[in-house]
């Protein structure tokens, strides 16, 4: 028998009712059954001898004992490999158990040789499904568990992805509102399947810290959907039954602390069948043979019952800052939102940043702390929350945004056990805002957060941001020039110049509102290539020549758009062999990048002007089959983009479609809309320098003598820091390079510098700089072209084609050598200011 005292354990959660009517759903990163949360605690169950009747499950009996006991344990789901018996569902659904649902199938053998078998596949699982569609304790389907690696790498995963599709799409056809899932393992992570509800792995770690690494590496292929695991443990009988009970209690708490949405203990009983014999030499059962409890039991019970965090007495204290401006619209959803939070230690103060509309009278209802100051802009509102605040941690929560009900505990779980000054978490698109508002989360230009690993951030969206107040306040907090947009980007880098890192938890979720029509996402858009103006002022090494922004890290959003011709990797070992197979996206290429910039837009313009010049002189003709592609390309990139996107929704062809073309739509009206933002508030390639004493040499040398020794690497360093506070972009040589510090000019021309020591002992040296004036490869081979059409129309005798061409090509030689001329100007007086030390 096992302990009877388990049985009245006041910490057990109490389990979820599995009520006809209410059926488990997916919303964002977890699992919901109506309004409750449904964190996972489970086992497996099976797989079992069958009994004479060819049954695959124990007696009823037995049943009934089991789940009784594994209700007493805190567990409240059960996973089987095989369909159970309709009786075992009723006893679950007594106990108040989920079953998860395994579809089995011939996985192991090369099944997609045979259509006939592929077809006989669909029709079992069909079948399979229609014995188990309705029933109250039903949780999901599996459609698969653990296809081996030689199958898929024998067959591609493409097709593997394909066919696992197709399964879900029978089951869909059964039952329309079940979940669905496929339980993976990490020899074949490169499988991507978008299509299934959440995501499942099977995850065996016996390392705290790789097991951590590794959730984080999953939760971030699992994207915007649930992660759950679904296997963990520990064999007893290599690692003793202490070794067990220690082992599983940190991979279960590991597991819900990394924002898993639950997790599965492999097994409950150490009995287990499988290949038509028992297994003997392996014991990964909570109980054993004749169920009796091991001491793994009550860990796990232990570990349940503090889902999805223990209780801390020491859990700092969070000011939830909310800045709105006329926000009355959606702030009172906010607040809804905020009220359920279920972390213990918080306040919450909204600032009305000069609201005409009802923003205040609606903030005045809730238990929160309202300032109201005159209209002064994002960034001073949010440095009034900061004043404001009594806690040391400091969150931020748009006016249009929603919280899970947990989002402060996973906040404040990293704060606690890293050394993080700021962290973020994934904010969603709410269900139900309108198909336009769907499309447009599907779109690029969404607040998005940038990620330099599985756990570190360069960037976290102000919708979803916390940070220790006294690191804002040695840096002064937010810079008030940002108005509307950028602050959060601005902030994030003048932390990390200190030193200081992001954090980033998946589980750490918000809802945040998307625009629901096509001029407020343009509109949304335009601002932010205003903010984007006005940060490359303030960042300029930030940006490059073209004026797109230059992440060091990974942009993370619902969906990454393809790069045309890109073609993952899969990192298979040798002979396929790798315990982890992972996929790759390489770089994209020149061509793959320019399509996903705003600047973009400028080569179709000029491929354009080109064309019609045809009017005047019929071989420019001969460069609109060119233009034709570059456009064709352009739209083909969207079209592609937006046919993943929309792939997903599960409804029908006819409205999939009007997704499909409006989604479209955005994508190409997305960088229009923020490069004009851009041009209309200076970010332009062509801009103008104010920079005194221009200089035309091509080439200068230099020299400082020294009577305080400095390395080399100080000489150069403060040289760019020169440079980069007199506003202008600079980069540093590479591994190849005989020059070391570039500062670019524009797309045109630029300037180099290059330097030598000389050692004269005693602390003493003379530093010899050289630097030199260069025109770009791009800008020499815009100027002979130029040059080449202005010659060739003069001897067709084109007049008025040849005076055009002609000054363009002056243009751009006026504008090469300007380039040039202002960026060997900057490093002159960078070298200068040395000089004057």
């Known amino acids: 028998m096992l302990i009877k005292s388990i049985f009245h354990n006041p910490k057990l959660p109490m389990p979820i009712s599995t009520g006809k009517n209410i059926r488990p759903q997916v919303q964002g990163k977890f699992i919901f059954v109506g309004d409750q949360k449904l964190y996972i605690r489970g086992v497996t169950y099976g797989t079992f001898r069958p009994d004479e009747n060819d049954c695959l499950y124990p007696s009823r009996q037995i049943v009934e004992r089991d789940f009784a006991a594994m209700l007493a344990n805190g567990i409240n789901t059960v996973r089987t490999y095989t369909v159970p018996p309709c009786w075992l569902f009723d006893v679950a659904a007594e106990y108040g158990l989920w079953v998860m649902v395994g579809l089995p199938w011939e996985q192991h053998i090369t099944f997609l040789d045979d259509r006939k078998r592929v077809k006989s596949i669909e029709e079992c699982i069909r079948a399979l499904v229609r014995n188990c569609v309705g029933h109250p304790a039903l949780l999901c389907y599996a459609i698969g568990n653990e296809i081996p690696a030689p199958i898929v790498r024998w067959y591609g995963h493409d097709r593997i992805e394909r066919f696992l599709q197709r399964l879900y799409q029978v089951v869909k056809q059964e039952d329309a509102d079940g979940l669905i899932t496929y339980v993976n393992y990490p020899t074949t992570e490169y499988l991507q399947l978008r299509f299934i509800d959440f995501v499942c792995f099977n995850v065996y770690l ?458 479209t739509v955005l994508f190409l009206l997305q960088p229009y809309s923020r490069l004009r933002g851009r041009l209309r508030h200076g970010l332009v390639p062509w801009r103008w320098y104010s920079v005194k004493n221009l200089t035309l040499s091509l080439s200068k040398t230099l020299k400082i003598w020294s009577t305080s020794w400095r390395a080399p690497e100080g000489w150069l360093g403060a040289i760019e820091t020169a440079i980069q506070n007199n506003g202008h972009r600079v980069e540093r040589g590479g591994n190849y390079d005989r020059w070391d510090l570039e500062v670019l000019g524009g797309l045109l021309g630029g300037g180099r510098l290059l330097m030598v020591l000389e050692e004269h002992g005693g602390g003493t040296q003379m530093v010899r700089l050289r630097t030199w004036s260069r025109w770009s490869k791009f800008g020499c081979m815009l100027v002979v072209l130029f040059i080449t059409l202005t010659l060739v129309a003069l001897v067709d005798e084109a007049w008025e084609a040849a005076i055009k061409l002609g000054v363009v090509a002056l243009l751009l030689i006026f504008r090469s050598v300007y380039e040039s001329a202002i960026a060997h100007t900057v490093l002159l007086q960078a070298i200068r200011q040395q000089q004057q030390r």
């Not at 082992?247 to 009983?269: D, E, P, S, Y």
């Open 206 to 663: 016996e390392q705290q810290h790789r097991l951590e690494a590794y959730l984080a590496r999953l939760q971030n292929l699992a994207g915007s959907r649930p992660l759950v695991i679904a296997e963990l443990g520990l064999d007893s009988l290599r690692n003793g039954k202490e070794k067990q009970a220690q082992v599983l209690n940190w991979q279960i708490r590991t597991t819900f602390t990394a924002g898993c949405a639950g997790a599965f203990v492999f097994a409950w009983t150490d009995e287990w069948y499988r290949g038509g014999h028992d297994i003997e030499d392996w014991d990964f059962g909570l109980t054993d043979r004749r169920r009796q409890a091991k001491p793994a039991l009550a860990a796990v019970r232990q570990a349940f019952a503090d889902v999805p965090f223990p209780l801390h007495p020491d859990l700092p204290f969070i000011s939830v800052v909310v800045c709105s401006y006329n926000g009355a619209r959606t702030i009172r959803e906010c607040l809804e939102g905020l009220s359920k939070l279920k972390y213990p230690q918080h306040e919450v103060i909204v600032v009305d940043d000069g609201s005409t509309d009802s923003t205040a009278e609606i903030a005045s209802e809730y238990d929160a702390k309202l300032i109201s100051i005159p209209q002064s802009g994002l960034s001073h509102a949010r440095n009034v929350g900061i004043q404001a605040a009594r806690g040391e941690i400091v969150a931020y929560i748009d006016d249009d945004a929603y919280p899970d009900p947990h989002w402060l505990h996973y906040l404040a779980h990293t704060f606690r056990h890293t050394k993080h000054v700021g962290v973020g978490g994934p904010n969603l698109a709410p269900p139900g805002d309108g198909m336009v508002a769907e499309c447009v989360a599907s779109s690029p230009g969404n607040p998005s957060h940038v990620l330099l690993s599985d756990q570190e951030a360069e960037h976290i969206p102000g919708c979803n941001m916390a940070f220790r107040k006294a690191y804002l306040e040695v840096i002064g907090g937010f810079d008030t020039q940002f108005r509307t947009a950028g602050d959060d980007v601005d902030i994030c880098w003048r932390l990390q110049q200190q030193g200081w890192t992001i954090g980033f938890h998946p589980g750490a979720l918000v809802w945040h509102h998307r625009r629901n029509s096509v001029s407020r996402f343009y509109k949304q858009q335009h601002g932010y290539g205003k903010a984007e103006a006005l940060l490359e002022k303030k960042w300029p090494e930030k940006y490059n020549t073209l004026g797109h922004m230059s992440w060091l890290g990974r942009i993370y959003g619902p969906r990454v758009v393809p790069a045309l011709h890109q073609k993952d990797r899969v990192f298979y070992g040798t002979w396929g062999l790798a315990p982890f197979q992972s996929i790759y996206q390489p770089t994209p290429g020149t061509l793959g990048s320019l399509l996903l910039m705003p600047e973009w837009y400028f080569v179709l313009l000029a491929l354009l002007v080109l064309s019609l010049l045809g009017v005047l002189w019929m071989p420019l003709w001969l460069i609109s089959p060119l233009a034709i592609l570059a456009i064709a390309a352009t739209v083909v990139q969207a079209c592609r983009s937006a046919a993943r996107a929309s792939a997903s929704y599960p409804i029908s062809r006819y409205e999939r479609c009007q997704r499909y073309i409006l989604t």
